[in-house]
């Protein structure tokens, strides 16, 4: 069957395919103002509930496929310590990390969730909603849209992002935890902050804010700048996500250490554009 946009996400309450509409530029204006202050963004039952029972049956027929990790991480999303840094640095600080993902590559070519990914609709309310012009879709052919599994005791530990805007979008809540928490704007292109995210690692919780997802809302947000986790799944349910993701630089992908790390291989790519970030920012 083709694919509709209309049968995907909320047109009549969301009409991302009239970008001119009086109604959706209300929803941008308030999307870029809280994206502005706080650094992402929600937007209620964005995508229809049938859809997203198609998105959730895609991702259940390919489970065996998903990649789960338990490597320890530091926030830079390295699993490598580098004793040349002062013991207290917040780069060797490693935690535990239980996290899977069912890898972009693996999609099946009539995905519900490619297909929203690669509409020029979504990319450019999203780029209006930010208030950048152009972004891109992510040249990683891994992580670019990538479903999320977290199982019971699954754990995803403070990180930044190596892209630099990320889509959630909640397919199955667990019975508890899995809360997102973030730190907003917590460093800048050319400051790393190390200080300030070191206070978080180290437990305190005054930058720290909490967001309820439901199944069904679209989560904008500044992952590369905004150090933010996933808290213990507790139950039986698995929490689904997936992470669309949009970037300034549409020649970079993740480093081969990275890559490796989270979703379990290396491509060509990776070692082809292995190149220092221009923004001067780890990962
Ligand atoms: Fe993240």
Same mark, same amino acid.
């Given at each position: 069957? *083709?694919?509709? &946009?209309?049968?995907?996400?909320?047109?009549?309450?969301?009409?991302?395919?009239?970008?001119?509409?009086?109604?959706?530029?209300?929803?941008?204006?308030?999307?870029?103002?809280?994206?502005?202050?706080?650094? $992402?963004?929600?937007?209620? %039952?964005?995508?229809?509930?049938?859809?997203?029972?198609?998105?959730?049956?895609?991702?259940?027929?390919?489970?065996? *496929?998903?990649y789960?990790?338990?490597?320890?991480? %530091?926030?830079?999303?390295?699993?490598?310590?580098?004793?040349?840094?002062p013991?207290?640095?917040?780069?060797?600080?490693?935690? %535990?990390? /239980?996290?899977?993902?069912?890898?972009?590559?693996?999609?099946?070519?009539n995905?519900?969730?490619?297909?929203?990914?690669?509409?020029?609709?979504?990319?450019?309310?999203?780029s209006?909603?930010?208030?950048?012009?152009?972004?891109?879709?992510?040249?990683?052919?891994?992580?670019?849209?990538? /479903?999320?599994?977290?199982e019971?005791?699954?754990?995803?530990?403070?990180?930044?992002?190596? $892209?630099?805007?990320?889509l959630?979008?909640?397919?199955?809540?667990?019975?508890?935890?899995?809360?997102?928490? /973030?730190?907003?704007?917590? !460093?800048?292109? #050319?400051?790393?902050?190390?200080?300030?995210?070191?206070?978080? &690692?180290?437990?305190?919780?005054?930058?720290?804010?909490? &967001?309820? &997802?439901?199944?069904?809302?679209?989560?904008?947000?500044?992952?590369?700048?905004?150090?933010?986790?996933?808290?213990?799944?507790?139950?039986?349910?698995?929490?689904?996500?997936?992470?669309?993701?949009?970037?300034?630089?549409?020649?970079?992908v %993740?480093?081969p250490e990275?890559?490796?790390?989270?979703?379990?291989?290396?491509?060509?790519?990776?070692?082809?554009?292995?190149?220092? !970030?221009?923004? #001067?920012?780890?990962?």
């Open positions: 069957m *083709e694919k509709n &946009l209309s049968k995907i996400v909320d047109l009549e309450k969301y009409p991302i395919h009239d970008l001119q509409s009086h109604k959706i530029k209300k929803i941008i204006e308030k999307c870029k103002a809280e994206l502005e202050n706080d650094s $992402c963004s929600v937007i209620p %039952n964005f995508i229809l509930p049938n859809s997203l029972a198609v998105m959730r049956k895609e991702l259940e027929q390919q489970l065996d *496929e998903v789960m990790s338990k490597e320890s991480i %530091n926030a830079y999303l390295y699993a490598k310590d580098d004793p040349s840094l013991k207290d640095h917040p780069k060797r600080i490693f935690m %535990n990390r /239980y996290n899977g993902y069912l890898n972009s590559d693996c999609f099946a070519k995905s519900e969730m490619k297909f929203l990914y690669e509409t020029e609709e979504l990319l450019k309310f999203v209006a909603c930010l208030g950048i012009s152009p972004i891109y879709r992510w040249a990683d052919p891994l992580a670019c849209h990538a /479903y999320n599994v977290m019971p005791d699954g754990i995803l530990p403070w990180h930044f992002d190596s $892209c630099e805007f990320t959630s979008l909640v397919i199955q809540k667990p019975e508890q935890g899995g809360i997102f928490e /973030y730190c907003p704007n917590i !460093r800048e292109p #050319g400051n790393e902050r190390f200080d300030e995210v070191k206070k978080v &690692l180290d437990g305190d919780r005054s930058k720290v804010k909490q &967001l309820e &997802l439901k199944p069904g809302d679209l989560q904008i947000f500044k992952g590369r700048f905004t150090m933010h986790r996933v808290t213990k799944i507790i139950g039986k349910t698995s929490r689904y996500m997936c992470i669309p993701a949009y970037v300034l630089d549409p020649w970079r %993740n480093t990275h890559s490796k790390a989270i979703y379990g291989k290396v491509l060509p790519i990776h070692i082809e554009r292995n190149k220092v !970030r221009s923004d #001067g920012l780890a990962d």
